[in-house]
C-alpha cells in the first residue's frame, strides 16, 4: 500500500521559513513526480512546486508566487521529499500535500499518490 506521510507544518511568523518533508512507503518514488501543492479554505488546491527524474536529470518547476522563496528536493536514499519555505508571507498560509506521479503535471488532478496534507499558518 503507497502512502506518502507530509510532515513539518506550523504556525511561523512573516519573513520566517519552514522545511516540509513527504515520507513516501509501500513503493520507491524515485522515477516518479513529486510534486507539493497547497489548498486555502474555500480555494482550489493549487500547484507549488515539482521535482522530477529524466534521464538521470533532476528538474524542479515552481510556481510565480513562490519561485525564488521556496525550495523542493528529495532524498531517494530515504524516499523523502522536502519543501524549504522561505521568506513565508500571510497568503502562504494553507495546507500543504505532496503528491505523486509518473511523469511531470503542475494539475492536482493528474496525481495518483496523496498525503493527508500539514497545516502552514504565517502570521504577522
Known amino acids: 500500500q503507497v502512502q506518502l506521510v507530509e510532515s513539518g507544518g506550523g504556525l511561523v511568523q512573516a519573513g520566517g521559513s519552514l522545511r516540509l518533508s513527504c515520507a513516501a512507503s509501500g513503493r520507491t518514488f524515485s522515477s516518479y513526480t513529486m510534486g507539493w501543492f497547497r489548498q486555502a479554505p474555500g480555494k482550489e488546491r493549487e500547484f507549488v512546486a515539482g521535482?522530477?527524474?529524466?534521464?538521470?536529470?533532476?528538474?524542479?518547476y515552481y510556481s510565480d508566487p513562490v519561485k525564488g522563496r521556496f525550495t523542493i528536493s528529495r532524498d531517494s536514499a530515504k524516499n523523502t521529499v522536502y519543501l524549504q519555505m522561505n521568506s513565508l508571507k500571510l497568503e502562504d498560509t494553507a495546507v500543504y500535500y505532496c503528491?505523486?506521479?509518473?511523469?511531470?503535471?503542475?494539475?492536482?488532478?493528474?496525481?495518483?499518490?496523496w498525503g493527508q496534507g500539514t497545516q502552514v499558518t504565517v502570521s504577522s
Open positions: 503528491g505523486g506521479r509518473r511523469s511531470y503535471s503542475k494539475f492536482f488532478r493528474d496525481y495518483d499518490y
Open positions: 521535482i522530477s527524474f529524466s534521464w538521470s536529470v533532476v528538474n524542479t
